[in-house]
């Protein structure tokens, strides 16, 4: 009666484990379009983040020369 399960409950989920590894296959279109969303994304925010960055530098360079 311990919490740990059998031993052949452990190796019936690990075939269960490996029938369900082997039936997954990966869809590259889908990894390359994710992959260029998130390029998108990235360039976005870099973007964003860049003009922030030269706001902040001009408004403190206008106050120094008041």
């Not at 031993?7 to 390359?32: A, G, P």
């Not at 960055?53 to 206008?62: E, H, K, L, N, R």
Request: glycine share 2%; hydrophobic share 40%.
């Amino acid at each position: 009666m311990s919490a740990q399960p059998k031993h052949e409950e452990k190796n019936q989920l690990s075939h269960e484990d490996k029938r369900d590894f082997h039936s997954k296959k990966v869809n590259l279109n889908d990894l390359v379009a994710r992959m260029n969303e998130q390029k998108k994304k990235d360039t976005k925010s870099n973007i964003i983040l860049s003009a922030a960055a030269i706001s902040a530098v001009t408004v403190f360079g206008i106050i120094l020369t008041l």
